[in-house]
């Protein structure tokens, strides 16, 4: 997971609809940019774009490792972001 100076991101992307869920377990998150849910990845924030394209680079199949300062791609649909608070 990130560090204590990052928020950490779940990002799902749904693997008929491609609908986007963008959610934080950070209490501190709670009225953090890019939340919600987005129709398509093209219509998410752009940093969450980099971030996931970066990720989506990654073998799907677990264990995954994380990428410093990017995130962490968790299986097939999912991933976990960072961003600095």
Known sequence: MGT???I???VTIHPTTN???VMSFD????????????DTI???PEW??????????VDPTP???????????ID???YWIYADR
């Open 48 to 57: 969450i774009k980099e971030r996931i394209a970066t990720l989506m680079l």
């Open 63 to 73: 264990p995954t490792e994380p990428i410093e300062g990017v995130g962490h791609r």
């Open 19 to 21: 609908k986007v869920n």
């Open 76 to 78: 097939k649909t999912t």
């Open 42 to 44: 093209n219509e998410t």
């Open 8 to 10: 950490t991101y779940r």
């Open 4 to 6: 204590t100076d990052t």
């Open 27 to 38: 209490l501190d998150a709670i009225d953090a940019t890019g939340l919600g849910v987005y």
